[in-house]
């Protein structure tokens, strides 16, 4: 079985400060790791993803990502935040040659205050 | 513009009323899927499609049903809806999982809430 957790219900952060949303898995063999965001009333948006090569993956909006194989994350961060990055958050793991099986975890509301 | 369609957006309903939540893709996608978001669990698949009239169970298909008879539709039918599937609903396609090797990107559409009484 295959699992994801995004330990934190909801981030708080001031504007112009580093943003990180936390990200761990379970999966048996090599993943894809994903991250989407939920803006209010909207549908989630892809923001990245890592396959193999470089632990540090870049993405849309300023977000990166680290996969870090031995911890079992896939932290997302942005260095500096904007008030319009509040949004809900979700991390994704596919098994690779698992076929379809996307697994989701629970999100993480960031809030980024002015 | 690319896009994938839901409808409709917001929907009450009563217990045991057959209803129909449509979903329509414009990306030529051979990929589709239904989720529904509970607070705290995340999204749950529900039922997918690799491709036209071939649909598989996700992780929570009891109380619904699908079918794909044309590439761009991929309905999501509720026979006896009960207060249990109260939810908010995302259809999602992408393009073929063995185009991109299992690492497929999502498009959602934007969602229906339904509420069942």
Redesign the interface.
């Known amino acids: 079985a295959q699992s994801?957790a995004?330990p934190e219900?909801q981030v708080n952060v001031a504007e112009g400060n580093p943003l990180t949303v936390k990200c761990t898995y379970s999966v048996s063999g090599n993943p894809?790791l994903?991250w989407?965001v939920q803006y209010p009333?909207?549908?989630?948006?892809?923001l990245l993803?890592y396959?193999t090569g470089d632990n540090l993956v870049k993405g849309s909006y300023g977000f990166e990502a680290e996969f870090n194989k031995s911890q079992t994350s896939f932290h997302l961060k942005k260095p500096s935040a904007l008030v319009s990055d509040s949004a809900l958050y979700?991390c994704a793991v596919?098994r690779?040659?698992?076929?379809?099986k996307?697994t989701?975890?629970?999100?993480t509301r960031v809030l980024v205050k002015p | 513009e690319a896009q994938v369609t839901q409808n409709p957006r917001y929907l009450i309903t009563v217990t045991g009323k057959k209803l129909t939540v449509t979903c329509s893709q414009n990306m030529n996608h051979e990929y589709m899927s239904w989720y529904r978001q509970d607070p705290g669990l995340g999204l749950r698949q529900i039922y997918y499609s690799m491709n036209v009239e071939v649909t598989d169970k996700g992780d929570v298909p009891e109380g619904y049903k699908v079918s794909r008879k044309e590439k761009r539709n991929f309905p999501l039918i509720l026979e006896s809806p009960s207060p249990n599937q109260t939810s908010l609903y995302f259809c999602a396609s992408s393009l073929s999982l063995l185009r991109e090797g299992g690492a497929n990107v999502l498009t959602f559409g934007a969602g229906s809430r339904l509420t069942v009484l």
């Open positions: 994801v995004q219900d894809y994903f989407y009333n909207r549908g989630l948006q892809f993803k396959i979700f596919k690779i040659a698992a076929g379809n996307l989701f975890g629970g999100g």
